[in-house]
């Protein structure tokens, strides 16, 4: 049972993540996976306390959430804008990232009562 | 859209579909296995960084892989075991110090994964990784 939750959230997430990609697609920056880290990160911090249901947790923070931000596809960018020669973009990618998707994160906390 | 288009996004989604719950459902039975522990989803990182950046930098080198196997492996599976969001609760959720040690430790290791997957590929097609292209990855 946790095997199909998890799997439905999973599915879920990496396609949303690569239609958001085809949306965002044809710029030097990354801005598709920092838009997924930032809106996964939300909804995580959002259904981490407002959400009390095991099988739904199983579906949208580990499924889904996990699945709709990626760390791998984050760390190649940074190290191909590295590899470019654009190493002021890469630490901004890097230290953008993590910056926007904490306050995501902690911002969620604050609006969900 | 054109029909076309809604063909080819339509393998490509079932393909995704399909990697991603995998990707998911084994980095949930990682995580299960160790007990939750927080240096978990570091190393749940780091090993898939190192396996996009395997598929990603053989597409460079002798794409010896289809588009369709980096779908499934790729934007399907990888990118789904590996997560950000959670990366980001373990570092709320830590102390200070140790958040610190934590995000710093977890960019290394998915920048070293994916710069050692670089020198696989590039030991295994003797060199012949074409440079990254704007927009590339």
Same mark, same amino acid.
């Given at each position: 049972?946790?095997?199909?939750?998890?799997?439905?959230?999973?599915?879920?997430?990496?396609?949303?993540?690569?239609?958001?990609? +085809?949306?965002?697609?044809?710029?030097?920056?990354?801005?598709? @996976?920092?838009? $997924?880290?930032?809106? =996964?990160?939300?909804?995580?911090?959002?259904? @981490?306390?407002?959400?009390?249901?095991?099988?739904?947790?199983?579906? $949208?923070?580990? =499924?889904?959430?996990?699945?709709?931000?990626?760390?791998?596809?984050? &760390?190649?960018?940074?190290?191909?804008?590295?590899?470019?020669?654009?190493?002021? @973009?890469? !630490?901004?990618?890097?230290?953008?990232?993590? !910056?926007?998707?904490?306050?995501?994160?902690?911002?969620?906390? +604050?609006?969900?009562? | 859209?054109?029909?076309?288009?809604? $063909?080819?996004?339509?393998?490509?989604?079932?393909?995704?579909?399909?990697?991603?719950?995998?990707?998911?459902?084994?980095?949930?039975?990682?995580?299960?296995?160790?007990?939750?522990?927080?240096?978990?989803?570091?190393? !749940?990182?780091? $090993?898939?960084?190192?396996?996009?950046?395997?598929?990603?930098?053989?597409?460079?080198?002798?794409?010896?892989?289809?588009?369709?196997?980096?779908?499934?492996?790729?934007? =399907?599976?990888?990118?789904?075991?590996?997560?950000?969001?959670?990366?980001?609760?373990?570092?709320?959720?830590?102390?200070?110090?140790?958040?610190?040690?934590? !995000?710093?430790?977890?960019?290394?290791?998915?920048?070293?994964?994916?710069?050692? &997957?670089?020198?696989?590929? &590039?030991?295994?097609?003797?060199?012949?990784?074409?440079?990254?292209? &704007?927009?590339?990855?």
């Amino acid at each position: 049972m946790e095997v199909l939750l998890v799997s439905i959230g999973g599915a879920a997430g990496a396609t949303l993540r690569y239609l958001v990609g +085809q949306l965002v697609d044809g710029t030097s920056f990354p801005w598709a @996976t920092l838009v $997924v880290n930032a809106l =996964g990160s939300f909804v995580l911090g959002a259904v @981490t306390v407002g959400v009390s249901d095991a099988d739904a947790l199983l579906i $949208v923070s580990v =499924g889904f959430c996990g699945a709709f931000t990626t760390f791998s596809s984050f &760390s190649f960018q940074t190290v191909s804008l590295w590899d470019r020669g654009e190493k002021r @973009t890469a !630490v901004l990618n890097a230290v953008g990232n993590l !910056v926007v998707s904490l306050v995501a994160f902690a911002a969620a906390w +604050q609006l969900v009562p | 859209m054109r029909r076309r288009q809604l $063909v080819r996004h339509g393998k490509a989604v079932v393909l995704i579909a399909i990697g991603g719950a995998l990707g998911a459902t084994l980095r949930h039975a990682v995580g299960a296995a160790a007990g939750g522990a927080l240096f978990v989803t570091l190393t !749940v990182n780091a $090993v898939g960084s190192f396996g996009l950046g395997l598929l990603l930098f053989d597409a460079r080198a002798d794409d010896v892989l289809s588009k369709r196997s980096r779908y499934v492996l790729g934007t =399907g599976f990888f990118a789904s075991f590996t997560t950000y969001s959670t990366f980001v609760a373990d570092v709320l959720q830590t102390a200070p110090g140790l958040a610190v040690l934590y !995000v710093v430790a977890s960019y290394a290791a998915g920048f070293g994964g994916v710069i050692a &997957s670089r020198t696989v590929v &590039s030991a295994a097609s003797g060199g012949g990784i074409r440079p990254p292209t &704007s927009g590339d990855g």
